[in-house]
T-cell receptor, first 115, second 115 residues
Framework: DSGVTQTPKHLITATGQRVTLRCSPR?????VYWYQQSLDQGLQFLIQ???????AKGNILERFSAQQFPDLHSELNLSSLELGDSALYFC??????????????FGDGTRLSIL | AQSVTQPDIHITVSEGASLELRCNYS??????LFWYVQSPGQGLQLLLK??????LVQGIKGFEAEFKRSQSSFNLRKPSVHWSDAAEYFC?????????????FGQGTTLQVKP
């Protein structure tokens, strides 16, 4: 158990819909990272938040947004969903803003299926 | 741009045999390198990491990796594979400025272990 909690574990929805994925980081971790894992793109970094502020941005679509709340949990919002958004979405957390000395710990992911 | 290549998509070894998973990276400066393992239905677990210093690093579960700057490689090894090692393995490089935790992942190598 990594200590990172992601909910829900599975999500099935239709094209055009909007969903929210939730992540609770390990106790004491200030950084939250979101990654997307798909068959064609592999594991891709989406975005990082550190103590409530955006720290780094990757290949995140404009239809996607994220935030980190004062209690440090984070939400990833996906809107106007397309078939290609079907993927496994991982959240990771680390103590500091730079996950080198303190490695990133990953949750078990949310599997999103678009019908 | 930084990138990571794992040349082998799928590898099969017999239980008890030795293992080497290849990883090549592209990065201008000294890289921060990682190996993660993903078991089915689970998140990623950090096996080991390299920042600087000794080029042979030891990790968990009996794994080790060797950093070779001249070859831009960071190959993962294990002297004797166990059936429980069957999983997907990801090599990753730390990206960008020192104040972010963004990771660039390779496409992954799936390890199958024959009894």
């Amino acid at each position: 158990d990594s200590g990172v909690t992601q909910t829900p574990k599975h999500l099935i929805t239709a094209t055009g819909q909007r969903v929210t994925l939730r992540c609770s980081p390990r106790s004491g971790d200030l950084s939250v990272y979101w990654y997307q894992q798909s068959l064609d793109q592999g594991l891709q970094f989406l975005i990082q938040y550190y103590n409530g502020e955006e720290r780094a941005k990757g290949n995140i679509l404009e239809r996607f947004s994220a935030q980190q709340f004062p209690d440090l949990h984070s939400e990833l919002n996906l809107s106007s969903l397309e078939l290609g958004d079907s993927a496994l979405y991982f959240c990771a957390s680390s103590v500091g803003g730079q996950g080198w000395d303190q490695p990133q710990h990953f949750g078990d992911g949310t599997r999103l299926s678009i019908l | 741009a930084q990138s990571v290549t794992q040349p082998d998509i799928h590898i099969t070894v017999s239980e008890g045999a030795s293992l080497e998973l290849r990883c090549n990276y592209s990065y201008g400066a000294t890289p921060y390198l990682f190996w993660y393992v993903q078991s089915p239905g689970q998140g990623l677990q950090l096996l080991l990491k390299y920042f600087s210093g000794d080029t042979l690093v030891q990790g968990i579960k009996g794994f080790e990796a060797e950093f070779k700057r001249s070859q831009s490689s960071f190959n993962l090894r294990k002297p004797s594979v166990h059936w429980s090692d069957a999983a997907e393995y990801f090599c990753a490089v730390g990206h960008g400025s020192s104040n972010t935790g963004k990771l660039i992942f390779g496409q992954g190598t799936t390890l199958q272990v024959k009894p």
